[in-house]
């Protein structure tokens, strides 16, 4: 517990204030800027008005007056000139405006979880429940109110799937645990770079209904590119420009030229038929990267120093140019999305064999190190979503690793949790078994949650709500909140028994040098009767007192404080009342509770009378 004492002291070299200080005064100098962009964009398209009325006030002018008709035209068409430079001007400051505004609404999501108007974020993460990571529920890790739905920033569905198994991870590599760690510091340094990269992700559209580890996206085995279909279609192409030009020369009839155009309009397509499954596969690639060259280039630019974070960053910037080939394929693509612009490319361009050929080469070269470039902009995206905590919370450090079983905090607070109304608590515990008493609402679920959420941010990479923290790698087990299962025909009890079940039958199968394990059991056996509860939850806490683990219950029943094992410590919360005031200071304090509160509830929400 004494290497504890230097845990969570690198934040501080950033500061622990600082960085929410950094965010609202970055928040300040955008609005700044965005105000300023906005007025004059505004200005800007006021002169747009008065340039293009000038501009054809000119050529007005011209056809009415003979003498300066060429003068007239002249300034026209300088007038012109100038309107279509405001245009570009004015477009860039429009996409600048739009960009800044992305951003803002960017930090007032970081200002909702500071908050704690975060509940509304649409992604909490159930889609992700499943039977094997159902229990995590119990410490809100995944679904409604959760750390899923906090921490989230992932636009695409692969992004978000990265995120929940970052935070449901029941096998640990300390190697890359620790990589991860590093990368999270970095991040937290990089604030503005966080929040853009996110503002240009969210302008890509459609891009939440992307699957970036789909297959399909990323074809192994790409058919070799096609000169046959290059040069036949360049052929047809010059002769129905020959046949145009000789029928416009009068040198051969119009109808000639128009068989040539028949025979051309035939070939695009019977190509288009033979070539329909390869056009699926160019749209969804150029659906999902075509808009991605501007993310490429900007993380390209960044500057960063750990190795991990500069590692992706290198992968990112290999994928530069093959993502530039991409955008032009789109641009192509876009081309033939219109009737008339795809008959008219094709006729004279051959826009077709060009885009699959162009596709196919692009991928024959590209295609593994497209998919090395996506899945590093999702590690960047992951690092970022975990900078999180240290974005939003005052009190943060990043959590130690220690060989021993034992468990130490200082300052520890919900990350949930508005951070200015949660009160802090200071614990620390080895290889033992704690039974936590107390009244209702006093605090005690509460707090096995807190440990269990920043254990998972520990294990995530993450910065953890604590000023000190310090566990070794352990398997979380729950059962808190356990409820009954109509469809499966499960009792509350009978849950209970399962989650129970489940602890033993790993630390039965678990050779001491494998990863130990942390249980978190709340109420332990509340959906039986007494005698029996008291009896099960009594061989539960021998079984475990046998086990390499530290274990948390939480129970009513004072029977179970008195139990005969060594390994067994009592802890509880208390209450003082402020005259019919129930006041409640969730500290946790060493030893037996001593009160309850269960029959002054009841009379004081008039279940029972109040007694004399």
């Not at 297959?215 to 070799?224: G, N």
């Not at 009513?556 to 003082?576: A, G, M």
């Given at each position: ?7 969570g ?6 500061g622990?204030?600082i ?6 005064e ?8 965005y ?11 006021n ?6 009325a ?8 011209g ?8 003068l ?28 800044e ?10 200002e ?11 992604d909490?993460?159930?889609s992700?429940?499943?039977?094997e990571n ?15 739905q906090?921490?989230?920033i992932a ?11 970052q ?13 991860t ?5 970095e ?10 990269f ?12 992307l ?5 399909k996206l990323?074809?192994?085995e ?5 000169w ?10 010059l002769?129905?420009?020959?046949s ?51 993310l490429?280039s ?10 991990v974070v500069?590692?992706?960053?290198e992968?990112?910037?290999l ?19 219109n ?8 006729v004279v ?12 080469n692009t ?5 593994a ?9 999702e ?15 005052d009190?943060v450090c ?6 021993e ?5 200082k300052n520890?607070?919900?990350p949930?949790l508005?951070?200015?109304e ?5 614990f ?19 707090f ?18 604590a ?11 729950t ?7 109509i469809?499966r ?6 849950g209970?028994?399962?989650?129970i ?19 978190f059991v ?18 539960v ?22 139990v005969?094992?060594k390994?067994?410590?009592n ?6 009342y ?7 200071d969730?500290?946790?304090?060493f ?5 309850t ?8 929400i008039?279940?029972?009378?109040p007694?004399?």
């Amino acid at each position: 517990r004494d290497s504890c004492r230097i845990a969570g002291t690198a934040f501080r070299e950033i500061g622990e204030i600082i960085m929410w200080k950094k965010m609202m005064e970055l928040k300040q100098q955008i609005q700044s800027e965005y105000i300023k962009n906005k007025k004059q964009s505004d200005r800007m398209s006021n002169t747009k008005l008065i340039v293009f009325a000038a501009a054809v006030f000119g050529f007005i002018l011209g056809a009415v007056f003979e003498p300066i008709k060429l003068l007239c035209y002249f300034l026209a068409i300088l007038v012109t000139v100038c309107f279509i430079i405001l245009l570009a001007v004015h477009s860039r400051l429009l996409e600048k405006c739009e960009t800044e505004e992305k951003q803002l609404q960017i930090i007032e999501k970081y200002e909702s979880r500071r908050n704690d108007d975060w509940q509304s974020f649409t992604d909490d993460g159930s889609s992700f429940i499943t039977e094997e990571n159902k229990d995590l529920m119990d410490l809100n890790i995944l679904g409604s109110h959760s750390l899923f739905q906090w921490l989230n920033i992932a636009y695409t569905k692969s992004g978000k799937r990265k995120l929940m198994k970052q935070l449901t991870k029941t096998e640990f590599d300390e190697t890359s645990w620790k990589q991860t760690q590093c990368a999270v510091k970095e991040m937290t340094e990089h604030l503005l770079f966080g929040i853009k990269f996110q503002a240009i992700l969210s302008e890509i559209r459609n891009i939440h209904k992307l699957d970036l580890e789909e297959k399909k996206l990323y074809p192994s085995e790409c058919k070799k590119p096609e000169w046959i279909s290059i040069i036949m279609g360049s052929v047809f192409a010059l002769a129905m420009l020959v046949s145009l030009v000789l029928g416009l020369c009068e040198m051969i009839s119009f109808g000639t030229a128009g068989i040539m155009l028949l025979i051309c309009l035939c070939n695009l397509c019977i190509f288009s038929y033979f070539h329909g499954a390869e056009y699926e596969e160019i749209e969804k690639c150029i659906r999902a990267f075509g808009k991605m060259e501007r993310l490429i280039s900007f993380v390209s630019e960044e500057q960063f120093k750990e190795d991990v974070v500069c590692q992706y960053q290198e992968k990112i910037r290999l994928g530069k140019m093959t993502m530039h080939r991409i955008s032009k394929i789109a641009s192509l693509y876009y081309a033939k999305e219109n009737m008339f612009s795809n008959v008219l490319f094709n006729v004279v361009f051959i826009l077709n064999p060009l885009l699959v050929f162009l596709y196919r080469n692009t991928m024959k070269e590209g295609s593994a190190i497209l998919y090395d470039t996506m899945e590093s902009i999702e590690k960047i995206e992951l690092f970022i979503a975990l900078a999180g905590v240290a974005w939003v919370k005052d009190t943060v450090c990043m959590p130690k690793k220690i060989k021993e079983i034992s468990f130490s905090a200082k300052n520890m607070k919900h990350p949930l949790l508005t951070e200015s109304e949660c009160i802090a608590n200071d614990f620390s515990c080895g290889e033992e078994i704690v039974i936590i008493t107390g009244s209702n609402m006093s605090g005690k679920s509460s707090f096995m949650r807190m440990i269990g959420v920043n254990l998972v941010l520990m294990y995530a990479g993450a910065y953890v709500n604590a000023e000190k923290f310090c566990a070794p790698f352990m398997r979380i087990f729950t059962s808190i909140g356990v409820q009954d299962d109509i469809s499966r025909g499960i009792s509350t009890f009978y849950g209970e028994l399962l989650r129970i079940k489940k602890v033993l039958d790993y630390a039965e199968n678990t050779a001491e040098n494998e990863v130990p394990f942390i249980v978190f059991v709340d109420e332990i056996f509340k959906g039986t009767n007494y005698n029996d509860r008291l009896f099960g939850a009594k061989a539960v806490v021998h079984k475990l007192a046998e086990k390499s683990c530290i274990t948390f219950i939480t129970t009513h029943d004072f029977e179970l404080c008195e139990v005969s094992e060594k390994k067994v410590s009592n802890y509880h919360f208390t209450e003082n009342y402020d005259g019919d005031l129930i006041v409640f200071d969730h500290k946790i304090r060493f030893g037996q509770c001593k009160t309850t509160n269960a029959r002054y509830l009841m009379e004081r929400i008039g279940v029972l009378s109040p007694s004399n």
